[in-house]
């Protein structure tokens, strides 16, 4: 019975000695978000980290930005004009942008002041946001999609960044390489089989962007205009003119008036000195 007894209190001491463990072993371990982990996954948030928590990018963002911006100034004002819904294949979505979330969490305060839209945080110039975005944010990108830049070739980034110098010579291979991604961009974006305005859009896009790409230098790019912005100080200007004419319309109203005024004081004056007369 004794010998029993001492049995017990063995396994009772190793079965204490066991939870005690495994409380440690899970305080050590940080819980694990599954749910965080699954909407990251399902908003096509959800990065892999390698080794070290960083995250290995292989993509211009200053490149990627370029191309945005040409999108948004030389092609989506047509494609809006003629109400066509890009669909998601193509290169050019928004979607298919890997900075596009980062890019919306800008907050442009001020000249000299940037914020992050996902802490808070302010810095002074745009591209110390970039780094921190890179640092600090890297898991927060539409993963799943492709790098802009990489279509930079065929929307003449480089003539928008000036990155080109108008001396440099033109390389023929490169130039038809460009014009090969362009016209594919076309077909892919705006195929011509899907309605009259995808083979409007599909001519437009080769005039705008894609017959630009040829060292005989006769087709410049964007040749069919640009978004047309309303400028702060064309408005501010249009707003002074306004009241300056107005002024000047209500000083001439007023010197009239005093003018007809004074007219009528003369005549009355000469009036009553003919009625009186000398004795």
Not at 81 to 95: I, V
Not at 206 to 231: E, I, M, N, V
Not at 257 to 274: A, D, H, N
Request: charged letters at 25%; glycine letters at 4%; a positive charge.
């Amino acid at each position: 019975m004794l010998g029993w007894s001492k049995w017990v209190i063995f396994y009772i001491i190793c079965l204490s000695l066991s939870l005690q463990q495994l409380r440690k072993a899970s305080s050590a371990s940080p819980p694990i978000q599954t749910d965080q982990v699954h909407e990251d996954f399902l908003s096509g948030r959800y990065l892999k980290q390698e080794q070290g928590g960083s995250h290995e990018i292989h993509c211009s963002r200053e490149r990627s930005r370029a191309a945005w911006k040409i999108i948004e100034e030389y092609l989506v004002p047509f494609v809006e004009k003629e109400q066509y819904q890009l669909s998601r294949r193509c290169r050019l979505h928004p979607d298919n942008d890997l900075f596009r979330d980062q890019e919306h969490h800008k907050v442009h305060l001020d000249i000299n002041e940037w914020q992050c839209g996902f802490c808070k945080k302010s810095f002074y110039e745009e591209k110390h946001l970039d780094k921190h975005f890179d640092n600090r944010h890297g898991n927060l990108l539409n993963s799943h999609s492709r790098c802009l830049a990489d279509v930079c070739g065929a929307l003449h980034c480089d003539h928008v960044m000036n990155s080109v110098s108008q001396k440099s010579k033109c390389n023929p291979a490169a130039a038809s390489r460009n014009k090969h991604l362009c016209e594919s961009l076309a077909d892919n974006c705006f195929p011509v089989n899907e309605g009259p305005s995808a083979s409007r859009l599909h001519e437009f896009f080769l005039h705008q962007f894609c017959d630009a790409h040829s060292c005989t230098g006769r087709q410049k790019p964007f040749s069919r205009g640009r978004r047309k912005k309303t400028s702060i100080f064309y408005i501010f200007i249009s707003f002074l003119t306004l009241i300056l004419l107005l002024l000047f319309y209500v000083y001439i109203y007023l010197y009239q008036r005093g003018m007809k005024r004074g007219t009528l004081e003369l005549k009355r004056i000469s009036q009553s000195g003919r009625k009186k007369k000398p004795f």
